[in-house]
Every structure is written in C-alpha cells, then in structure tokens.
C-alpha cells in the first residue's frame, strides 16, 4: 500500500475514533467536576473578605425605615459605562455628607440602566454603576457596611420611552437613605 | 489505474463506512439522505392514516403542523409513493380517548407506533411525541415537538413567567410579580425553571416547578444574584453573583449548596452564562475589554477565549447540541449571529428588519426561539439556521421576551 493511501487510512481510522467517542454526543452525565475547583464559599454562611459584608446580611429595606428627611439627586452615566463622570461627583459626596453627620443612617444605592442591550448585561452593568458609587462614598472614609448596592438592569425605567432624551435619564444611581 | 490502486480504494471505502457507521450508531436506523441539507425536504404522506373522530383529526392536524415545523419533512397532499408514508389509524374512543396505532415505512426502513391517552392536550402530545420519532429515526436528529418554552410576559411595570408548548398551545401562566422577572432557565429534565426575581427587592435566582407551586430561593446573596443557567446533567447551576465587589461568574453545585468563583474581573462585569452540551465549557458575556463580549471559558484550565468579533455590544449567548453558539449582537440593530467553531464561521441568522435579542436554541440544533422587537412591543419567533422563513410562535397579543426551549419532555 502507498504511502498516501496509509494516510488517508490513519486519518479515516482517527475520524472513525472521534466519530465513535466524541462527537455530536449526549451530554456526559459523568459529573464535571472541575468547575468545583477554586476558591468555594458555602451559600449558607460567606462573608467577604475585602468588602466584610456578610451573607446573612439582610437587605437595608428589609432591616430599617425609609428615611425622608433626606435625599440626594440620582447621578448620571455615559452609555454602556460606569465611569462616574465628574459633574456628578458633588452629588457624591453630599451622598456621604449625610452618612457621615447621621451615625445610624445607611443607603442603598440602586444602579438601573436605559433599555438598549440584553436584559441580564444590563442588570450588571447597573449593579456595576451602583457599585462604583459606593466604592467612592467608602473611600471617603465611610463604613463599606452601611452601603448596600442593588440593580434593576432596565427594568425600572425613570422615564418611558426611546431616544436618547429618555435614555440619559434612565442611566442612573439612585440613593435610598434608610434609618 | 493500476491494480494496487483500486485496491487501495476499496480499502479505503471499506473504512469510509467503518467511519459512518461509527458516526450513525448513535441513530436507530441510517439516514434517508435524499437530499442535501437545506436544498428541500423529505415527502411525507399522511393518505393512508385513518383519523377518526374530533381527537383523531386534531392528532392528523398537529402531526402534519409538527412534521412541518421540523424543518426536515413536507407532508404531500393525499398522494401514495411518497418518500415516507404514514399508515394506520388514529380514532376517538369513548368521550375523550385518543387510540393510535400506526406505521410509518421509508426507504431505510420502518417501525411501528401506537398509544392511547385521555384528553385534548395529550392526544396534540401524541402528534409531538410521532413527530419526535420519526425525526429521530429518519433524519437521525433530536425532534422540537415534544418541546415546552419558557419565557417572560411584561405587563405594564411588572410580568410573570409563562410556559406553552413548542407551538404556542397550553399557555401556562405564573403568579405576577410588580418589577417584570428575568431569564427563565429549564433544568435539563424540564421539571424545574430557574428565573431571576425582584419580589424581595432585588435581584435572586429561584427556582419554581414547573407544575407550579413554591418558588424556592437559589441564590439571594446581597447585591446581585442573576443569570441562573442549569448544566447538561442538572447538578451545577451557572449564575452572575456580584457579592465579591463586583458581578463576577459562579458555579452553584446545588447539592452541597456552595458557590464556587470562575472569574477573577474586578474591572468588568459578567453576565448570561450558558454551557456546552458536554459541560466542560461555559460560555459568557463579559465587558472587561470595556465592550460586552461572548467569552468561552474551560472548566480545567478556567482559561478564557473570545468569541465574538463585529458589534458594539455582543451578549445572551446561548449553546445548541451540535457546539455552534447563537448570540445577540448589535450591529445597527440587534441581529442573532450563530457562531460555527468548527470553521470559525460567524453567521447572520436574523431578517434585516426588526430588533432580535434573547437566542434560545431548539434540542434539535437547527432552530432557534428568539425575541424580536418592533420598537414597543417583543414578539416570539423560530428562525432555522437552514434557512426556513421565520416563524412567529402562536400566541395571543402580548409583550413576550426572553425565551427558553426545553429538551424533549415526556
């Protein structure tokens, strides 16, 4: 036999091989176990190391009152970002003026986005946008603990409708002081 | 040609079908390969199935609209030698049984079927469960009847979970909630969908039977807890957690109940993970190169490679059996593209009209559910990756998003 014709039998037997053991196969109920590899936190009892909030930590507004007697203008963002834009920064700091003078007050700060993109990245974008908000306030000296951030992607809109006159208004953090 | 050469290629013959048998031993019968793949369809003639009765014309109705949807078969007018014929009967019995008993022959080969059941709802899933068959027997592929998808209303502010069957029938609703729900997810043996919920006041993953019942809580760490995704064999859930600083992307192993971290991004965001057919990889969206983007990562290395290349914003990427990947990319307006790894290949598989987003693949790795948006209000839709017109999934007039196609169910 030429040697072509014994590459082309090696090559169909490989074929063959793969044919028969991998592909267009059912999904292997063989228990994937590498995705449980890594730094693994049991859901009943996480506390983060970086940020202390721990798991059992309830919501604020499951925990506290709504405080009125308070408030601070939502900032705005830039499409698809969470970059906190310079003009917004005061409202910022008026965020933690309040924390800083009202020793039992803590806040929520709510990320929301306008309605362009997948509904799932943009409940992480809006959790990014809110993140970001308190990462400022806690590095203003304020306590990461009395901060909790929560996203509604684009499932609250401030204001209804399409085109960019909407859309800015929508890309937002909001601040919710509890008590 | 020479003596030693025509030996060499009988040889080689003889492997090519070693070969395709190993390819087709998964099937229950060879193929019936009339024609090429996307070209046309393969005839089938119902002439010979005696249907009688209200259930018996209802089961001839719904066999001929699966056998169409399907994509692979045409069912010929009345008309004996087609390619696959469909013989026997279908009758009504008594106030509301369906009896069947029915052959269905091709040139590659034939079996028998046959069930009785009570109802209207089973005797359409008699046709499904047919349909399924001789999709799987004939074409060697998985069937879409057999099928429920799951998806989201939107009501005003708020929504709810629904469920019908693969052709809009049964349209099952669950309990509204004030901000709309998210993302409903089948668990593999489609008892259970796991969705994203406000009803605490922020973002968690429950799961719910899908029979109705409880919701009961998955993930509801503070922050963010969203993109549930359920693995090929039901013990993993995938999901967007952000309690570390940041959305990162989870593995929950819902037996001992910990969440194990995949990614490491603290200046991105992930989100909308979805898994390979076999498990071992894990697809994504992940905007750390400043732009969402379709990510694949490997459960052993948990190295990471990107997928998607045009667009401005690439997410909701969703895996279909045969490893090609579907997701949402903008490019003007939002198109579905299919991502071929095996070539590289990105594809457009969305008209040019209309905004599609949300990609769900069929178990049969050819269709597509997707959402699609006529500037107010999203509609449901099939597309074929073989090039079939879209079909709009039979609904009643409503704001539908998000959807999920099932495995085969029962």
């Known amino acids: 036999m030429n040697k072509n014709a014994f590459r082309i039998m090696t090559a169909l037997l490989a074929v063959a091989t793969l044919a028969a053991t991998g592909c267009r196969s059912k999904p292997k109920n ?88 997948s509904n799932e990245y943009n409940l992480s974008l809006g959790e990014q946008r809110a993140l970001a908000v308190r990462n400022y306030i806690v590095s203003l000296g304020i306590d990461a603990q009395r901060i909790q951030s929560r996203s509604f992607g684009e499932e609250r809109p401030a204001v209804q409708g399409t085109g960019e006159a909407a859309w800015r208004l929508n890309r937002r953090g909001e601040f919710a002081f509890y008590k | 040609m020479t003596f030693r050469h025509s030996i060499t290629r009988s040889t080689i013959a003889a492997l090519a079908s070693v070969a395709l048998a190993a390819v087709t031993a998964s099937a229950v019968t060879p193929f019936v390969v009339e024609k090429e793949a996307g070209s046309g369809k393969d005839p089938v003639s119902l002439a010979a199935l005696q249907a009688t009765g209200n259930l018996g014309a209802l089961f001839a109705t719904v066999l001929k609209q699966d056998l169409a949807n399907s994509g692979w078969f045409e069912v010929a007018g009345g008309r004996y030698g087609a390619g696959i014929e469909v013989s026997g009967m279908a ?149 967007i957690l952000s309690h570390p600083g940041n959305p990162e992307l989870f593995v929950i192993n819902t037996a001992t109940r910990r969440a194990i971290r995949q990614t490491h991004t603290p200046r991105g965001a992930e989100a909308s993970p979805c898994w390979s057919p076999d498990g071992n990889r894990i697809a994504y969206v992940s905007d750390e190169s400043g732009t969402p983007q379709v990510y694949v990562m490997d459960s052993e290395s948990k190295r990471s490679t990107r997928v998607s290349s045009r667009g401005s914003q690439n ?94 169910m029962r």
Not at chain 2, 191 to 196: D, E
């Open chain 1, 30 to 117: 063989n228990g994937n176990d590498s995705y449980l590899e890594g730094d693994d936190v049991a859901i009943s009892d996480w506390v983060d190391g970086d940020t202390g909030l721990s798991l059992t930590e309830a919501p604020f507004d499951q925990t506290h009152s709504r405080a009125y007697d308070v408030a601070v203008d939502p900032i705005y963002f830039g499409y698809d970002s969470f970059q906190l834009p310079a003009e917004e920064i005061a409202k910022i700091q008026q965020a933690a003026e309040i924390l800083r003078g009202n020793a039992g007050y803590v806040l929520i700060i709510e990320g929301h986005c306008d309605e362009r993109g």
């Open chain 2, 91 to 239: 009758a009504q019995q008594g106030g509301d049984s369906l009896a069947t008993r029915i052959r269905v022959r091709w040139n590659g080969g034939s079996f028998d079927w046959g069930d009785t059941t009570a109802g209207i709802r089973e005797a359409r899933w008699q046709a499904h469960r047919l349909s399924d068959e001789m999709t799987r027997r004939i074409k060697g592929r998985a069937g879409i009847a057999a099928t429920r998808i799951a998806f989201v209303e939107k009501e005003g502010r708020g929504g709810r979970i629904c469920i019908c069957d693969s052709d809009g029938y049964a349209l099952q609703k669950f309990p509204s909630e004030p901000v709309s729900p998210l993302s409903p997810a089948f668990t593999p043996d489609g008892s259970t969908i796991y969705y994203t919920s406000f009803i605490k006041g922020y973002a968690c993953i429950y799961g719910v039977a899908t029979s109705g019942g409880r919701r009961s809580p998955l993930a509801n760490f503070t922050g963010l807890n969203t993109g549930g995704a359920v693995s090929p064999d039901g013990r993993l859930v995938a999901a």
């Open chain 2, 315 to 408: 997410v909701a990427p969703s895996w279909g059996e045969d490893g090609r990947i579907a997701y949402c990319s903008k490019q003007g307006n939002y198109k579905i593209v299919v991502y071929d790894p095996s070539d590289g290949s990105q594809t457009i598989v969305s008209p040019e009209t209309g905004d599609w987003e949300d990609p769900s693949w069929a178990p049969d790795g050819r269709h597509i559910v997707a959402s699609r948006s006529d500037g107010r209000t999203f509609s449901l839709w099939v597309l074929d990756t073989m090039g079939d017109p879209p079909v709009k999934l039979s609904l009643p007039v409503g704001d539908w998003r998000a959807p999920d196609w099932s495995k085969a």
